[in-house]
């Protein structure tokens, strides 16, 4: 069993899943109920068709098809997807973006200063 982000939102009590092919929706609760200890209210199946590919050679490849479980905890639990990136990762991402676009200004106004001499490096000055 693999755990996945939903696509759409869900309800707070809602957890998606990707299972085996083989297992049934009784076989997903009683995993959940014995190994982890999570009760279980309801458990909606459905079969998810692998995407076509096409390769460079002009073959066509299809991915194996899997089976997506929803499962549903009682009203009174509620389930939040964990955060994998904090807020302070995303600050530091946004300050160095910052430091990017600086960056990329500066060799704007290089190749401008020297727009006459295309594919001469900077500080090969005359």
């Known amino acids: 069993m693999k755990l996945v982000k939903p696509d759409a939102p869900q309800p ?10 083989q297992m049934s929706k009784y076989d997903i609760e009683n ?4 190994i982890y200890n999570v009760q279980v209210e309801n458990v909606v199946t459905h079969v998810r ?5 096409r390769s460079f050679k002009g073959y066509i490849t299809k991915k194996d098809d899997y089976k997506v479980a929803f499962v549903t905890l009682p009203r009174t639990e509620k ?3 964990p955060t994998l ?4 990762k995303q600050e530091k991402e946004n300050e160095e973006l910052k430091q990017l676009d600086v ?3 500066e ?7 020297h727009k006459h001499r295309h594919g001469v490096p900077t500080w090969f000055g005359v």
């Open 12 to 21: 707070p009590n809602v957890v998606q899943f990707i299972v085996s092919m």
């Open 49 to 53: 068709m692998g995407k076509c590919e």
């Open 79 to 81: 389930f939040e997807f």
């Open 31 to 34: 995993y959940l109920e014995k």
């Open 103 to 105: 960056l990329q200004d």
């Open 85 to 88: 990136f904090p807020e302070s």
């Open 107 to 113: 060799w704007n106004s290089n190749t401008r200063r």
